[in-house]
């Protein structure tokens, strides 16, 4: 089984990708994570933000594997512990297909977006920096797959 992170937005400040990067490389035995980043749409003076949104979409949209399961980060999704992410998990791993996970742009994601979603996951009711989630989801991934390895990474 494969996954995905596809974010919307390009280049990650160095402390981001470097994080992302070691999660990534700790996840390659369990659940290797490729991270594909998509364009935002245009913004701007002049510029719709609707219209932006629905470009950002149709390009996560083109962007899923095929028959994947798609979770989207949304926050008004499902608020999980740490233990139920990994049950979660479990339960993917379960239905044998690839996972993509998507983070969508400055006004979130496109309404084409959440109904192709499986599932909404939120990281909490705090507004995060869509580059933070990045890295904020890559270590709860390990944190899920660590505890389903049983390695003494998750400690609580």
Same mark, same amino acid.
């Given at each position: 089984?494969? %996954?995905?992170?596809?974010? /919307?937005?390009?280049? +990650?400040?160095? *402390? &981001? +990708? ?9 996840? %390659?035995? *369990?659940?290797?994570? @490729?991270? /594909?980043?998509? @364009? ?9 933000? /609707?219209? !932006? ?8 949209? +083109? ?6 399961? &798609?979770? +989207? ?6 608020? *999980?512990? %740490? @233990?139920?992410? !990994?049950?979660?998990? @479990? ?21 084409? /977006? ?7 996951? %939120? ?6 920096? $869509?580059?933070? &989630? ?9 944190? !899920? !797959?660590?505890?389903?390895?049983? $390695?003494?990474? $998750?400690?609580?």
């Amino acid at each position: 089984m494969k %996954s995905k992170l596809i974010a /919307v937005g390009e280049r +990650a400040p160095r *402390w &981001v +990708a470097e994080g992302f990067g070691e999660y990534q490389k700790r996840l %390659s035995h *369990w659940l290797p994570l @490729e991270l /594909v980043e998509i @364009e935002p749409g245009l913004r701007g003076k002049g510029r719709d933000a /609707v219209r !932006a949104t629905a470009d950002e979409g149709a390009r996560v949209l +083109a962007a899923l594997p095929k028959n994947a399961c &798609v979770v +989207a980060l949304e926050g008004r999704g499902r608020l *999980w512990t %740490s @233990e139920q992410l !990994a049950q979660r998990l @479990e339960h993917w791993r379960g239905q044998g297909r690839d996972l993509a996970f998507l983070i969508g742009g400055p006004e979130g994601h496109a309404p084409e /977006v959440l109904a192709r979603a499986d599932e909404q996951w %939120s990281l909490g009711p705090l507004t995060l920096p $869509h580059m933070l &989630v990045r890295l904020v989801a890559a270590e709860q991934l390990y944190r !899920a !797959a660590a505890l389903l390895a049983n $390695h003494p990474y $998750h400690r609580a």
